[in-house]
């Protein structure tokens, strides 16, 4: 017997709450929800920006962390930056615009590598957590960048130009109707980094809502995380 998966369909893993302390002192909330059996690799999700709603429980990065671990093997490792709030938990500061932020990022690397011990972790940004990524995630020990809806607001040159050398891929799904870069701008906005692979997804809008679309995101990540998982179901089959 197999049931459909659905927006709000939530499958067993792991999951424990955590909280991670930052280098000025600011204690951040956060959930790793990791497979029952053995772990394929890992992803450490950036949110979008909290000043438009953005957490850690953003509907991708929830889904992400409801389906991934059970299908793929993948465990998601989700917090809050600072001044953030989710069901989960208030992280302690103010939000900063992007700055003080990289903090956060440089704590949740460690958190993973050193405390966690993953493997294979990928950074995972969406929107305001591309910028976040391209500018503080550059943690030699990861292995790459995936970007959702990158608007590109606060990213400068030198930091393109920075992961033009470092050489570790970075893909950039861009929807055809993004509010802040399309496919064509991202083209030329990206065009300083030499290996960047841009994934142009048609129909999809700057915030991934809708079935399809968050299909299409997981599956991009389970592509390049855990590549033997794919193609992702769509229904379970509960006697597996």
């Known amino acids: 017997m197999s049931e459909i998966i659905r927006a709000n369909t939530s499958l067993p893993a792991n999951r424990k709450l955590f909280r991670l302390i ?91 590598f050193d405390e966690l011990l993953l493997e294979n972790l ?33 990213s400068a040159p030198e930091q393109l130009t920075y992961w033009n050398s470092d050489g570790r891929p970075i893909i950039a799904l861009i929807p055809e109707f993004d509010d802040y870069l399309k496919p064509n701008e991202a083209i030329e906005r990206f065009s300083l980094i030499s290996h960047v692979e841009i994934i142009p997804v048609a129909g999809a809008k700057h915030l991934w809502v809708g079935e399809p679309s968050v299909y ?12 033997a998982k794919n193609p992702l179901p769509t229904q379970i089959p509960w006697d597996s």
Do not use: Q
Not at 216 to 227: G, H, K, M, W, Y
């Open 122 to 154: 990928w950074v995972v940004g969406w929107s305001f957590g591309t910028d976040l990524a391209l500018h503080f995630a550059k943690d030699a020990r990861h292995k790459g960048l995936i970007l959702l809806s990158p608007p590109l607001k606060n």
């Open 216 to 227: 299409r995101v997981l599956s991009e990540i389970v592509a390049r995380v855990a590549p």
């Open 22 to 112: 930052t280098a000025d002192g600011l204690s951040l909330v956060g959930e790793v929800a990791s497979p029952l059996g053995v772990s394929e690799g890992a992803i450490l999700c950036l949110h979008p920006n909290p000043t438009g709603g953005g957490m850690m429980d953003s509907h991708v990065y929830r889904k992400a962390a409801n389906r991934l671990p059970f299908l793929a093997g993948i465990t998601v490792v989700r917090f809050n930056t600072r001044g953030t709030s989710s069901d989960a938990g208030t992280s302690e500061g103010v939000f900063d615009n992007g700055i003080k932020e990289g903090m956060d990022v440089e704590a949740a690397l460690s958190f993973c």
